[in-house]
């Protein structure tokens, strides 16, 4: 029940100019004069309060592997906030949650071995623990107090990491491709990038470039599908199967492990000892973000990324209403069609579905599990059209998506949804046609190529949400042009010609990611992920400046002065 906008502009606020962006040192950020910042919750802090932040001291300092399991995690990326009494109004029409405490889940994505364990590799199994336990998903209640947004004791703050037990559900869960021969119970969730929450208050947290974590210890020859999901034998320098069997691809105990990564996982804030829940009819892909849009039939759409050059758009329709699912005690996420993007030159596209029952697909797989575990596959075999890297999704005021395209430097073919070679600042595309159609109008919303030089410059769109009155945010992982660092930019969507409104830019080497904001949306919460690439040298961010620290990823929460809406 969110309020309606103050009067007067949509993104009204004076915004951060290229003057006062390149007037810093970029070692600290810099937001709008018409807004404030905190920082919360950054990399270490005790789940429940009490024990004091690390900040002084030495920097070589790292948790141990029990410390990380029960502290706020590195990588801070995708997030949800769920009013404190979302249960209790869940459902009534006009309820005016409360904007004041809640229940903040997380994403940890990654951080790198020189930032998590302070060497360039691991040595032994306590290393890759510290590391595992740092990354994951935290579950962690938040309130305003006087003097700010606190972390605050209570009974649904949890971690989940690598190692927590989790279930499959859905067409693909009882795949032999999902059992291993070293025993069946299904741990951890991985390389946790953007997320989305539910209608039905939970949160959905996606598993992006799980591939990395993997490797061999032994030669050994790849399968196509492994290959096909970028697993390799050196992986992307984690060194995790050197110590634990689970992430060794040429252990014949695990050679299934890869397969339970690359999907969403439901987590519910309300209840720490529920078992997150692996929701298989969404396909395994890179995932990078989920939107769920509700169609008047209250079915559900959920609309997602695959990042990586060259893959997929991808939307899920549920066989049946909320309503329904509710009634017989199924998640509409367990039950329902996955379909991949196919662009026409012409501003139209169509949503092909992945099914067994396609005889193209049930030509190369078993079963539709298969179809779903291998879900790039079968979706290179229908020619989906290749994108160029898709990261989030929002669904806006009047049920358009928006789909940020981060960037791609190796494109040399163009298409009309990826028109540009290379394309080095990456663009938003708009798909409208309804929640529960296979057909859609798509155009480019805009390339971020041309706000280069202007007050709007931004570039490497990525994360994305729309409020419901045409604010788009927008938080950008890459290469700025104009002097800038990493940003959280603003567009009003109802004015074509609008330029981005810079609100907040970061440090040096950081990325802005994550988007939520309070129900009366006076306060909203954004991420700083991976300050200085965890180089204290670079910046001690967000520590006092005179502490001599490693920089950590953390939450900054941003009000308007005036008490305002988020954006306005
Ligand atoms: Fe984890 Fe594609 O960003
Ligand atoms: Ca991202
Ligand atoms: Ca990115
Ligand atoms: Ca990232």
């Not at 997602?304 to 549920?318: A, H």
């Not at 529960?436 to 155009?443: D, Q």
Request: aromatic letters at 10%.
């Amino acid at each position: 029940s969110a309020q309606k906008a103050d009067s007067g502009e949509l993104v009204g606020f004076q915004p951060v100019t290229l003057e006062a962006a390149n007037a810093v040192d970029q070692t600290w950020p810099v937001i709008s004069p018409d807004y404030d910042f905190q920082v919360l919750i950054p990399w270490g802090t005790p789940l429940e309060p009490g024990a004091c932040e690390e900040w002084a001291g030495d920097p070589d300092t790292r948790p141990s592997p029990e410390d990380a399991a029960l502290q706020i995690g590195v990588g801070h990326d995708g997030m949800w906030f769920y009013p404190g009494d979302a249960k209790k109004g869940y459902g009534i029409e006009g309820y005016e949650f409360v904007s004041t405490h809640g229940v903040l889940c997380i994403n940890h994505e990654y951080g790198s071995n020189t930032h998590v364990l302070g060497k360039s590799a691991p040595e032994n199994l306590d290393d890759v623990r510290r590391m595992q336990h740092a990354m994951g998903v935290s579950v962690v209640a938040i309130a305003k107090r006087k003097g700010g947004w606190k972390n605050v004791k209570d009974k649904k703050s949890r971690r989940i990491h690598a190692n927590t037990p989790f279930m499959f559900s859905g067409p693909a869960a009882k795949s032999d491709l999902l059992k291993n021969g070293a025993g069946n119970v299904p741990l951890g969730t991985l390389n946790n990038c953007g997320s989305g929450p539910t209608p039905w208050d939970t949160y959905l947290t996606c598993e992006e470039n799980f591939n990395g974590y993997f490797g061999a210890s032994m030669p050994m020859v790849l399968s196509e599908e492994q290959e096909r999901y970028g697993l390799s034998e050196n992986g992307s320098g984690y060194g995790w199967y050197n110590f634990d069997k689970r992430f060794d691809l040429s252990d014949d105990d695990y050679a299934n492990e890869c397969n339970r990564f690359g999907w969403i996982m439901e987590i519910d804030p309300f209840d720490a000892t529920q078992t997150p829940v692996k929701r298989t009819a969404l396909g395994r892909f890179k995932h990078e973000a989920i939107a769920i849009g509700v169609a008047a039939d209250r079915r559900v759409a959920a609309y997602m990324g695959d990042d990586e050059r060259f893959n997929y758009c991808y939307k899920y329709i549920s066989d049946r209403s909320i309503e329904n699912c509710e009634a017989r005690g199924v998640s509409p996420l367990d039950e329902g069609k996955l379909y991949v993007a196919k662009f026409n030159d012409d501003g139209t596209g169509e949503w092909m579905e992945l099914t067994i029952e396609n005889p193209v697909l049930a030509e190369r797989f078993a079963d539709q599990g298969e179809v779903l575990i291998y879900a790039r596959i079968a979706a290179d075999l229908l020619g989906a059209t290749p994108m160029d890297r898709p990261e989030w999704t929002t669904v806006g005021k009047d049920g358009e998506v928006y789909w940020t395209m981060t960037n791609n430097s190796q494109r040399t073919e163009p298409n009309a949804a990826n028109p540009e070679t290379p394309n080095t600042h990456g663009h938003i595309i708009k798909t409208t046609g309804g929640h529960v159609n296979t057909s859609f109008r798509w155009e480019i919303f805009m390339l971020a190529s041309s706000t280069s030089g202007t007050e709007g410059s931004f570039a490497s769109p990525d994360a994305a949400w729309a409020d419901a009155y045409g604010r788009l945010f927008i938080g950008t992982d890459g290469g700025q042009d104009d002097g800038l660092q990493d940003q959280l930019t603003v567009l009003d969507t109802s004015n074509k010609n609008a330029m981005p409104k810079r609100l907040f830019m970061g440090v040096v080497s950081d990325e802005i990611t994550g988007f939520t904001i309070t129900p009366d949306q006076r306060t909203a919460f954004i991420n700083m992920q991976h300050p200085g690439n965890g180089d204290p040298a670079a910046t001690n961010f967000p520590a006092p400046r005179d502490y001599m620290t490693i920089p950590r990823d953390c939450t900054i929460v941003i009000t308007k002065k005036d008490g305002g809406i988020i954006g306005s």
